[in-house]
């Protein structure tokens, strides 16, 4: 049994939720955090990551490796990426009526092709198969703050997540704080243009957290839970 | 030749004009391109001109990936097409670009149309398609070689002694018997070819013939692109197709 009314937004009759934001913005924790509570719920809930995808992640850590890559042949390698995992991991389930959950989804490619001069309007056409979600949520984020993090983190920061391929700066650091300042304002002009949830991201877990509750709970008042999916009443 | 593209900035394309020139040679698998590419590529050298080869699937960045993937079937058509255009703006980056800009004749065994059509046949749509090889170069000139499809399915069978998997649009699921599939197919990809055609300028050149008749008519239109001075352009110059539809709100 498949939910009679589908999504206003994409048609589909499943709901899709999206976490966007720049690395360290703390979305990645907050959506597998509403992913479990969805399930708690009932609901039936697929969870799915960039690049999670097998078909092409050699190729892009290859490719990465030797910095091979240019803004075109890197965008167009994500894309494939993304429509890989699109085709086999978001679409059935959304199809299916299930509640999708992405951290990171066309506009993570939006954002980073920009930064790298792609066409905007080029990359928004290879992304086109890809449905407008019932909602995005936008971390924000100082970028220092993100910076901070990573350090913390003992990650090494690797040279395309620097954009260190645009030659901003010749510092590791000082290129990551240059790039990501760029993916930021391109976040920005998006959440207006897109009409992102912006989420203020300075808060603790457990605040945003009840606030992305309180978004979610009338976007799927009268979804159907698993249960009802799987048996007649 | 210039450095047009169709319609996107190519971030990287250098700014001075490219001197060298783009020779596309199309038509389906049995059509005759390779052995016309070959005997255009020798008439050219002799004529004193560095020649320099490309096709489809040969970056090295994908081509383990497509060649998976065509072994497992697996793949979902948007994601083939998008495989295939990774593979193509490497070669047109690494290669193609900096053979113009070295002088050389770029002789290409196939180009985006190729990819645009197999795109479309499997569901894409043609606008998707276009705008999506929106950042190739203009070539010089676009030769399409054209024969009937029993004529493709002699010499292809007289070549590998039986038919090809993928150039009989088996994965479309036209028919499941070979043969029928391999009709059905080509008949929608020269259905393909033959809108890609008149949007992008081609040059029909009938591939019945015996490949030395072909090279002949081949010839005549590739001479006048080396012509010094005004001319140095083909009677019929590949086209940017109009952009007839207004641009459609992205859904994503």
């Given at each position: ?233 | ?20 020139k ?118 010089d000139l ?80 590739v001479a006048p692109l080396y012509v010094k001075g005004a001319a140095g352009r083909a009677s019929?110059s ?15």
């Open positions: 049994m498949i939910p009679e009314a589908p999504s206003p937004t994409h048609g589909f009759p499943g709901r899709l939720f999206v976490f966007e934001g720049l690395d360290g913005s703390g979305k990645s924790t907050q959506a597998a955090l509403l992913g479990k509570w969805l399930q708690s719920q009932g609901y039936r809930v697929f969870f799915t990551e960039w690049n999670s995808s097998e078909l092409t992640s050699e190729t892009i850590r290859r490719g990465k490796k030797k910095n091979l890559l240019t803004p075109t042949t890197f965008s167009l390698l994500h894309a494939t990426d993304f429509a890989d995992r699109f085709e086999r991991k978001i679409l059935p389930p959304l199809r299916a009526g299930y509640v999708v959950v992405c951290d990171r989804y066309a506009y993570t490619a939006f954002v980073r092709d920009a930064a790298r001069g792609c066409d905007p309007a080029w990359v928004r056409n290879i992304y086109s198969f890809a449905p407008r979600p019932d909602r995005v949520f936008y971390f924000r984020v100082p970028v220092a703050v993100t910076l901070k993090r990573k350090i913390a983190s003992r990650l090494k920061i690797n040279y395309y997540e620097a954009g260190m391929d645009l030659g901003l700066s010749d510092e590791l650091h000082d290129s990551y704080e240059r790039f990501q300042t760029r993916l930021k304002q391109e976040y920005e002009r998006m959440a207006k243009s897109d009409g992102f949830t912006v989420i203020d991201s300075s808060r603790s877990v457990e605040t945003i957290q009840a606030e992305l509750r309180a978004h979610v709970r009338p976007i799927l008042e009268n979804f159907p839970t698993g249960e009802r999916l799987m048996h007649d009443e | 030749m210039t450095n047009r593209t169709y319609g996107t900035r190519l971030p990287g394309l250098p700014d001075e004009p490219i001197s060298g783009l020779i596309v040679v199309e038509g389906a698998d049995g059509s005759g391109r390779s052995t016309e590419v070959a005997l255009l590529r020798e008439w050219l050298e002799v004529e004193g001109h560095a020649v320099v080869d490309t096709g489809l699937r040969r970056s090295t960045l994908v081509a383990e990936e497509i060649d998976r993937a065509k072994q497992g079937h697996t793949l979902g058509a948007t994601t083939m097409a998008l495989l295939y255009s990774v593979d193509f703006a490497d070669q047109l980056e690494n290669k193609i670009v900096p053979a113009l800009s070295a002088g050389s004749t770029v002789l290409a065994d196939r180009y985006i149309y190729t990819l645009m059509a197999r795109a479309v046949v499997r569901g894409a749509s043609r606008d998707w398609a276009r705008r999506l090889y929106g950042f190739a170069l203009l070539p676009v030769v399409f070689l054209e024969a009937r499809p029993e004529i493709l399915l002699h010499r292809a069978i007289s070549k590998y002694g039986s038919l090809d998997y993928w150039e009989s649009g088996m994965d479309l699921s036209l028919s499941r018997d070979l043969f029928e599939s391999f009709f059905l197919y080509q008949d929608r990809l020269s259905k393909e070819f033959a809108w890609v055609g008149s949007e992008y300028g081609f040059h029909r050149v009938d591939a019945n013939r015996h490949p030395e008749q072909v090279d002949a008519e081949v010839r005549q239109l019929r590949p086209k940017i197709p109009l952009r007839r539809s207004p641009r459609r709100a992205a859904s994503a």
